[in-house]
C-alpha cells in the first residue's frame, strides 16, 4: 500500500449536496458512467464551475470534451478533486447548432483556455469572452472544423510559412520596452520534437512566451473513431507518448473500454500489465533524464549516453515480452496478447538481472547529475511552478508531484494491481526544475520495487491459473449514449479517455485527455521573467512530448 | 640531469631520416606484419598517385564522410536516436556526426509523420541545405502516412513534399533497418546515382501566384500577396 495516511482525506460530496448547489441551473440530468452530470444553459458555465470549486471542492478541470450531434453541439467539463480524483462531477454545456456560442471557463479554470482553442479548432464551438480565440493546432488558414459533422476531407488547404522578422531588429512590444522578437523552433534540438516557441526577449530575460503547437497533429481522435472498439484502436496509444511509454497508453484505452462494455480482466493478466507499464515509465524517465542533461549542459556523451544505454536494456526486456521494441500492441481488451516469453525462468532472470543493476546506475545518476554542482545552479530556483498555479493549468504527474502536489492515480484512484504492492509516491516541494528530475529519479527505483513485486508474484503464480485473457466478444457494442471518462497514471500524467458510445462497434466520439499539453501550458507561467537558459531548462523539465501534446 | 645527455633515444627518433619501417621494425622487431601502413605502399609501388576520376574519387568521399541533420519529428526518431547512440552507433559506418544546422548537413533523415503545417516548413529545412543532400524516409509514415494515413491533417508521405534516396519501411524501423538503409544509401552515393522524383511534389508558391480560385478567393485578405503557401490538393493524394 502506499502512504495515503498523512493525506487529507478530501470531503465527500454526495450527490444530493451537489445537486443543491448547482439548484435550478440544471436544466436535466446527464450521468455518465463515472460521474453524475449536469445540463446547464450555456451562460451559466463561470458561474456553475465556480460553485463547484469553491464549495465542493471540484478544483481540477480535468477535461474538456466538445462534441457535434445531429441536433446539437456540447461542450462536456470533467471535473474531479485533486485530493481525490475518485469523485467526479461532468458539467454538459449544450448550444445550438446554427449559433454554438457557450460562455468561456477561462476565468475559473486557465487550462480551459488551451481546450477552448482546441475544441473551436476542431468541432466549431465559439467561446464568448475567451481572451485568445485563435486556431490552436490546425493552421490559422484552415477552412473548417475537422471534427463537425460536415466536414469535407477532400477539399484543398492552403498553409502559410510566415517569414519572421529578423530577430537582431529590435520588436518593440510597445513605446515603452525594447524587446526583441526570438523564434525557436519548430526545427530545434532543444524542443524535443516540433514545437515552435515564440519568445519575446528583453536583453537575456524572457518576457513572454508562446507555445505554438499543432505541427504533429495526427489526427489521433479521428483514428480511434474510425476503428472498431475490439482490435482497430489499440495501436494508436502507442504512438501518443511514443517515448516507449506505450504500454502505459494502451493501459488508459484498455481502461476506458473494459469500464464501458463492462469486461473483466484475469488477475494474471493485471500482475503482467502493471508490470510492463512500469518497465515502460522506466523507459520513458530515463530518457527524460538524458535529454534533461543534454539541455541543461549540452552533455551528450556521458548522460545522455548513459540514459539510452539503459533504456536499450528496458527495451531488451519488453521486447521479450511483447514482440515489438516500441509500439507493442500488446494489451487487449480483458487482458494481455500472450503470457509472458518461454523459458519463463530465463526472462524473470533477465529483468531481475537489470533490477539489481539499477541502483548502482541510479547512484551514478545521482554523482552524475543532482549531485553536481553545475547542475544544481543551473536547476535550483528556476523555472517556479506554485502549487496553487499547476492546479489551475491541470498538471499531473511528475511536473505536478514536484510542486508537492501528492496526486497520483495508480494510488488515488486504484487500477490494476497497483492496490496490493508495496510502494510510494514520491513527491518533492521545492516547485523548480531540480525537484522535477528528482522526482523522475526517485519514480524509477518506486518502479524497480513494483516489478520487483511482480515478478516474484509471477514466478509463483499457480500453474493452472495463468490465463492472458478473459472471453471477450469479437465485436463490441456498448449500448448507445453511454458516456465514460477514465484516466490512468501514465508517464507524463493522467492520461485520460472519455468515450461516447453510438451503439455501433466504433466510437461516436473519442477524446483524449492528454497531460503533457496541460504540462506544456503552464509553461509561460515558469518562464517568463527567467533568463532564456532556464526556459530551455523549464521545457526540458516538464519532459513534454509532441506526438501527445498534439494528438 | 637529462638536460646533460645530448644523445637521448627519443631525440634520435625525432632527428632520423630513415623510412618510418625502420623505426617500426627497431621498435617492434623485425619481420612483423605490415599492419601499420604497407598494403597501401605495396599496391601503389613506388609513386604515390592513383588516376582515377575526380567525381568517382569525389563521390567515394562523399559516402563515407556523411552528416546528419539532427531532426526530430514524431515517433520514428526515439529509433532514430537509438541508433546515433551506443549499442547501434551509427558513426561506425562513416554516418553519425548530427548536425544541428541544415547549413552542415548532408542527409537529413525524415523519422516520422508530416503534418499539414509541418510540410512547409520541412522543405524549408530542405531547401536550406547545402547541395549535394540526400534524404532517407524512415518509417511507414513517410512512405504513405502510415498508420495516419487517412487524417484529414496528414501529408501522404514525405515524397509529396521533397525527394527521397532511400525509403526504410517499419512502424518504427529498427535501428538495424535504419542503419541498413544508410548503408544502401552510402553505396548509391558511391556509384554516383541521384534521387529519381516519382511524384511532383507540393511546392512553396507566392500566393500571388496561385490560380484565383474559391479558396484563395476567401483567404484574400488574411493573406499578403508576396508571403509563402503551399497548397494541399488533398484530393489528388494518393
Ligand atoms: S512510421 Fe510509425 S513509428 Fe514511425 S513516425 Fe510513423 S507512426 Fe510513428
Known amino acids: 500500500m502506499s502512504t495515503g495516511l498523512e493525506r487529507q482525506p478530501a470531503v465527500e460530496v454526495t450527490e444530493d449536496e451537489l445537486e443543491a448547489i448547482v439548484g435550478d441551473r440544471a436544466l436535466a440530468r446527464d450521468d455518465h458512467l463515472n460521474a453524475p452530470g449536469f445540463v446547464i444553459r450555456p451562460d451559466d458555465v463561470q458561474d456553475v464551475l465556480k460553485d463547484l470549486r469553491d464549495e465542493a471542492g471540484f478544483d481540477h478541470l480535468a477535461n474538456l470534451t466538445a462534441q457535434e450531434y445531429p441536433d446539437r453541439y456540447e461542450s462536456i467539463y470533467h471535473l474531479r478533486k485533486y485530493a481525490d480524483p475518485t469523485q467526479e462531477v461532468s458539467v454538459v454545456v449544450p448550444t445550438t447548432t446554427d449559433e454554438p456560442v457557450s460562455q468561456t471557463a477561462e476565468p475559473v479554470f486557465r487550462t480551459a483556455d488551451w481546450h477552448e482553442r482546441e475544441a473551436f479548432d476542431l468541432v466549431g464551438i465559439d467561446y464568448e469572452g475567451h481572451p485568445d480565440p485563435r486556431r490552436i493546432l490546425l493552421p490559422e488558414t484552415w477552412q473548417g472544423h475537422p471534427l463537425s459533422r460536415d466536414y469535407d476531407q477532400e477539399k484543398p488547404q492552403l498553409v502559410t510559412l510566415t517569414e519572421h522578422a529578423n530577430p537582431i531588429q529590435p520588436d518593440h512590444h510597445d513605446d515603452e520596452s525594447d524587446t526583441m522578437f526570438l523564434n525557436i523552433g519548430p526545427h530545434h534540438p532543444a524542443t524535443h520534437g516540433v514545437l515552435h516557441i515564440e519568445t519575446v526577449l528583453d536583453g537575456e530575460t524572457v518576457v513572454d512566451v508562446d507555445p505554438d503547437i499543432g505541427y504533429l497533429h495526427r489526427c489521433e481522435e479521428q483514428m480511434c473513431q474510425q476503428g472498431t472498439y475490439r482490435h482497430q484502436i489499440m495501436p494508436y496509444p502507442d504512438r501518443w507518448d511514443y517515448v516507449s511509454a506505450g504500454l502505459l497508453n494502451e493501459w488508459a484505452y484498455a481502461r476506458v473500454a473494459e469500464d464501458l462494455a463492462d469486461i473483466d480482466v484475469p488477475e494474471y493478466a493485471q500482475v503482467i500489465r502493471t508490470m510492463g507499464a512500469e518497465l515502460s515509465r522506466i523507459a520513458s524517465h530515463m530518457l527524460a533524464l538524458a535529454t534533461f542533461a543534454l539541455d541543461v549542459y549540452g552533455d551528450f556523451t556521458a548522460i545522455f549516453q548513459y540514459g539510452m544505454r539503459d533504456r536499450e536494456v528496458v527495451q531488451d526486456i519488453l521486447e521479450d515480452l511483447t514482440g515489438q521494441r516500441l509500439m507493442f500492441n500488446y494489451f487487449r481488451l480483458g487482458g494481455v496478447a500472450w503470457d509472458l516469453p518461454e523459458p519463463r525462468e530465463e526472462f524473470i532472470e533477465k529483468t531481475r538481472d537489470f533490477l539489481d543493476g539499477l541502483p548502482a546506475k541510479v547512484d551514478e545518476y545521482n554523482d552524475l547529475l543532482t549531485a553536481n554542482e553545475i547542475f544544481q545552479i543551473r536547476t535550483h530556483d528556476t523555472g517556479i511552478l506554485e502549487p496553487e498555479v499547476a492546479k489551475q493549468y491541470g498538471c499531473t504527474g511528475p511536473v505536478a508531484r514536484g510542486s508537492g502536489i501528492d496526486y497520483d492515480l495508480r494510488r488515488d484512484d486504484p487500477y490494476g494491481y497497483y492496490e496490493n504492492l508495496e510502494w510510494d509516491v514520491v513527491t518533492k516541494d521545492g516547485c523548480d526544475n531540480y525537484s522535477r528530475v528528482l522526482v523522475r529519479m526517485q519514480e524509477v527505483e518506486e518502479s524497480a520495487k513494483i516489478i520487483e513485486q511482480c515478478l516474484d508474484l509471477l514466478e509463483d503464480w499457480p500453474e493452472d491459473e495463468r490465463t492472458v485473457q478473459s472471453n471477450v466478444p469479437r465485436t463490441l457494442k456498448p449500448d448507445a449514449d453511454t458516456e465514460i471518462y477514465r484516466a490512468v497514471e501514465g508517464a507524463k500524467g493522467e492520461l485520460g479517455i472519455y468515450i461516447r458510445a453510438d451503439g455501433t462497434d466504433k466510437p461516436g466520439r473519442f477524446k483524449i485527455r492528454s497531460p503533457c499539453f496541460h504540462n506544456l501550458s503552464a509553461l509561460p507561467e515558469m518562464a517568463e521573467g527567467e533568463y532564456i537558459p532556464d526556459m530551455i531548462a523549464s521545457l526540458g523539465s516538464l519532459d513534454i512530448v509532441l506526438g501527445e501534446v498534439d494528438r | ?238
Open chain 2, 1 to 238: 640531469m637529462s638536460s646533460e645527455q645530448p644523445e637521448q633515444p627519443r631525440q634520435q627518433i625525432y632527428d632520423s631520416t630513415a623510412p618510418s619501417t625502420d623505426t617500426r621494425d627497431s621498435r617492434i622487431g623485425e619481420g612483423a606484419d605490415d599492419r601499420f601502413n604497407s598494403k597501401l605502399r605495396e599496391a601503389f609501388g613506388s609513386t604515390p598517385f592513383i588516376l582515377t576520376k575526380f567525381d568517382k574519387f569525389m563521390n567515394w568521399v562523399r559516402g563515407n564522410s556523411m552528416f546528419m541533420l539532427q531532426f526530430g519529428i514524431a515517433c520514428c526518431s526515439i529509433e532514430m536516436m537509438h541508433t546515433y547512440a551506443i549499442k547501434h552507433d551509427l558513426d561506425r559506418f562513416g554516418a553519425g556526426v548530427p548536425r544541428a544546422s541544415p547549413r552542415q548537413a548532408d542527409v537529413m533523415i525524415v523519422p516520422g509523420t508530416i503534418v499539414s503545417k509541418f510540410g512547409p516548413r520541412m522543405k524549408r529545412v530542405y531547401d536550406q541545405m547545402p547541395e549535394p543532400k540526400f534524404v532517407v524516409g524512415m518509417g511507414s509514415c513517410t512512405i504513405s502516412g502510415g498508420p495516419f494515413q487517412e487524417g484529414y491533417n496528414v501529408v501522404k508521405g514525405a515524397e509529396e513534399i521533397i525527394p527521397i534516396d532511400i525509403h526504410v519501411p517499419g512502424c518504427p524501423p529498427r535501428p538495424e533497418a535504419l542503419v541498413y538503409g544508410i548503408a544502401k544509401l552510402q553505396e548509391r552515393i558511391r556509384n554516383g546515382e541521384s534521387t529519381p522524383v516519382v511524384v511532383k511534389p507540393y511546392e512553396l508558391e507566392k500566393f500571388g501566384d496561385l490560380p484565383k480560385d474559391e479558396l484563395v478567393q476567401k483567404l484574400a485578405d488574411d493573406i499578403d500577396e508576396d508571403d509563402l503557401v503551399m497548397r494541399y490538393n488533398w484530393a489528388d493524394s494518393p
